[in-house]
């Protein structure tokens, strides 16, 4: 069969590009607007696949952006500083045209857009864990979907008085001014943990607003907060709802925590508040990092239930744009040779150099020391994804010894990245 003609363009139609996102994701919501709907998804970063076949009411395929910003290593343990990522998400094929390329040419679209607008970053949370690799996103890191019950007891001597100086604030999404102070919340956590992700003013507006909306309702609690408050300053923030359940007549409630942040004194403050509500049989976090002092507050088999699942994905749009923007942990000068066909600007051999932390990377025609598909370096970006290990499972070349053991040495970091929230 012939390759269909794909192009993608800006939506310029609202309606159509929302239909196409309520017929792949099989929802509507009567309550809100078109615009309402669309909020933190710019006119301007929403683009479509046009299709001479397509259904008029419906575009082809679909993608948006959101202008997020990535907290990325900056130094000493834990420190961030947040640099312009795009955001990719409302990525959706219309049923009667899926498999035949068109994903594939929204991706390249979107990694040619992102490279034309001067975003050195994109990244995404995938639906399904087999679409992004073959794109150059790479995984940053594993979380875990933790489960504890009410009451269990988190052990930190050295954290006891401090978390007992730190006072927490019950708040409701409704509330006024709400998007404002969670990003501000969100801007002063992310600064000491890389890896988290702070969208724009709309994007925390849209959560607010969502949050009302009678489909994502539904019977369910209105989202709260419980700010964590040292010194006068909202300092930390957990973001949940809690779910009635009796079983003979005793309460047997679940409280699901949306979201989690701060240092690691203000997080347990708040963690012990939230396993102390009344009426809440279990706590269920959805993100807890591989280094999350969770693990060791609450010690060995401690937890009723644990899963596993992927956290961040990053793609490197542009590498000498995009290594400098972080801070390293040792020097290193390895010669790469990157494979990454959809951007002919970046794919090739590079010579990247780190000297007290900081990075560069410059063309060369010398022999490379390792050879590695762009996927790999937007896994290790955060300081989360071992190389070595990755070579060691044979998805690295390496053609100099030693040199991927280097290159790993100056990317990684004391801490595993903090999750990211999703968007
Ligand atoms: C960041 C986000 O927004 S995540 C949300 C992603 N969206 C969804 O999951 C919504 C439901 N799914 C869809 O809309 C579509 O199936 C999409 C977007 C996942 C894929 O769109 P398509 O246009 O069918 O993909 P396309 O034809 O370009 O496929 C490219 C390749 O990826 C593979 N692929 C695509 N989707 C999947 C999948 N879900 N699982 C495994 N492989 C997949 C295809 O088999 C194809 O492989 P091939 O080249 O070896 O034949």
Redesign the pocket.
Known sequence: MAKPDISVVRATDDDRYLATDQI??FEEIPGASTSEQLLGVPADQRFAVEMADADPGAYA?I?GVRPMQLAVPAGPTGRARLVPCAG??????HPD?????????MLRHHVEQTHREGVALSA?????P???G?HGYGVTTPTYAVTLGRGTELRAPGLDAAAGEVRTRFETASETGMAERVRECDLRIAEGSPGVIVGDESFYSYIMQANGWPEQRRDKEPMRFLFAVRDGEEVGLAAFRRYHKWDNGRPQGRLEVLGLGGDPVTRLALLRRLLDFDLMASVELPRVGTDDPLWSWIGPRAADKVDVHENLWIRIIDLPEALPLRAYAEDCDVIVDVNDPAAPWQAGRWRIRVRDGAASAERTEDTADVELPVAALGSAYLGGTNLVAMHNAGLLDERRPGAIAELWRAFRTDLAPSPAMGF
């Open positions: 792949v994701w395929g993608y990719l998400t409302w990525v959706g094929v045209h899926r498999r035949r390329g068109i994903l594939t040419a995404l949370h995938a639906s399904e087999a679409i992004y073959r």
